[in-house]
């Protein structure tokens, strides 16, 4: 197409409001930890499911490829965009359609924000589970299409646990209208899997029927320290055994050592264990769950499982807990640049799975720091590499190494950010070939001229 029909074929579609180009549009970043102005000319805002449709209609009639973005948070490279591509953004789309504390479901359009769907639930005293550092930014909608995990997976599952039902548009503009809100029904095929975790590459979410709980009443959290691996197991395994574990979080000693020593008061413990953990129950009842979770952290102390530990006794203390944990612009300032990693393993597993990736490492760069921590919980560690100052040079091999030993462990590539545009190489060598054929397949036939993403997954 000429180099200004795509912009004024959508802007006869959503008006000037309903795009963004220009400085604009190269203000905005494609990634969150740093600064990548997207390539593309022009991003287009629809303000309704109808207005969406026309501009994928559009897209499809002239072969203009399409780049969907949410709230940015993704670490995958997932909202890249080319120079040939198009941006399409939901962030006109926030509306709360209906939150209904009988039947404890919300209707939202995709473009809301979780933090601003989680208060209005919390207004209705009722309470949306999947929780993310990046809440105030990330979209529903972006939740959804990388089928985002976060803290509180153990108690309540990742995000495909929490969706009821949705509506999607597919590269063509058809409207898919999945919008299921009963708790069972097998009638013909889930329709809303092909979208949830699928990165945007078979349709745009538009709205979704969400899960909600009751609020809970109570929230105790610990902090402590553990003396060996196998304790950490031992705890986990005792926790497990509480009705109202909500969130249990590992800590390496690297990454524990780069909260304490920021400056930011994060140094709930002494910093000489090898392992730290953060322990959160929410519950619904005030007297039994605090004895519960008191009687739990008193015997692992007295069992030596537990080498330290403080507890919350007010909010404020629950909120400073929780930030030692959720450190990222820590690790941004003092370990830039560094290479991101989201892996799934056997999580008896998980220590050797570390020192195996650092010695594969340490084979290739004589400088080394990493920052490891997880929802151990639930099998998810993250890791945080950088092997100095040509780190995002040696991003692919850094990557290669620590995804061979993922192969050996026969591990996940990715837990919970999803593939995106970054791990695309990689993902031939961790799913089958049928496996691989079937995903084909399923593309080809909703997206034929791959308009949707096209550098995503595959």
């Known amino acids: 197409m ?53 501009v994928m209609r559009y897209c499809h009639e002239n072969g203009q490829r399409v780049v969907t973005q949410g709230g940015r948070t993704g670490v995958s490279g997932g909202a890249y965009a080319a120079e040939d591509e198009i941006i399409m953004s939901l962030e006109r789309m926030t509306r709360i359609e209906e939150i209904d504390p009988v039947a404890q479901v ?48 153990v108690r309540w599952g990742m995000t495909r646990s929490n969706v009821l039902g949705l509506e999607a548009v597919l590269a063509d503009g058809t409207v898919v209208t999945a919008m299921n ?49 196998d304790a950490v197991l031992r705890l ?29 008061g994060r140094a709930p413990v002494a910093p000489d264990q090898p392992y730290y953990v953060l322990i959160e129950c929410m519950g619904y009842h005030d007297a039994i769950d605090e004895q519960l979770f008191m009687t739990f952290i008193e015997q692992a102390l007295t069992d030596g499982v537990i080498a330290d530990a403080v507890c919350a006794t007010s909010q404020r203390q629950i909120q400073e807990l929780w930030r030692v944990r959720e450190g990222a612009e820590v690790i941004v300032r003092e370990m830039s640049p560094f290479v991101s990693f989201d892996i799934s393993v056997d999580v008896r597993r998980a220590e050797a799975f570390i020192e195996a990736a650092r010695a594969r490492l340490r084979e290739r760069y004589s400088v080394l720091r990493t920052a490891a921590f997880g929802h151990l919980g ?60 079937l995903m084909r397949t399923a593309r080809g036939a909703l997206d034929p001229r791959r308009l949707l993403n096209r550098d995503v997954l595959f």
Not at 121 to 141: C, E, H, N, R, W
Not at 181 to 206: A, W
Not at 236 to 260: G, I, K, N
């Open 2 to 54: 000429a180099e200004s029909r795509p912009i004024e074929g959508l802007r006869a579609i959503v008006g000037d409001r309903g795009l963004v180009t220009g400085d604009d549009l190269a203000m905005r970043s494609c990634d969150p930890f740093r600064q990548v102005p997207p390539r593309a000319r022009v991003l287009a805002r629809p303000a309704n499911v109808d207005e969406l449709s026309k």
């Open 236 to 264: 986990l395994q005792a926790a497990r055994t509480l009705p109202t574990l909500s969130a249990f979080e590992v800590m390496w000693q690297d990454y524990y050592a780069l909260m304490a020593e920021s400056g930011s």
């Open 378 to 437: 639930d099998n998810n560690l993250h890791l945080a590499v950088h092997v100095g100052a040509n780190t995002v040079q040696e991003e692919s091999n850094v990557e290669r190494c620590v995804f061979e030993v993922v192969r050996d462990f026969e591990g996940a590539l990715t837990a919970e950010h999803g593939i995106g545009q970054f791990k695309r190489a990689f993902l031939p060598e961790h799913v089958s070939p049928g496996a691989m054929h």
């Open 106 to 153: 919300a209707v939202v359009e995709a473009g809301i924000t979780l933090e601003a769907l989680q208060n209005a639930a919390a207004d209705q005293g009722l309470f949306y589970p999947v929780d993310l550092g990046a809440k105030g930014s990330a979209t529903i909608g972006g939740t959804i299409a990388t089928n985002a995990g976060g803290n509180r997976v």
């Open 181 to 229: 809100r009963l708790l069972k029904n097998n009638t013909g095929y889930d329709i809303k899997q092909f979208f949830i975790g699928t990165e945007g590459t078979l349709g745009v979410v538009t709205r979704a029927v969400l899960k909600l709980v009751a609020a809970p009443r109570t929230q105790f959290v610990a902090y402590a320290s553990l003396p060996n691996f």
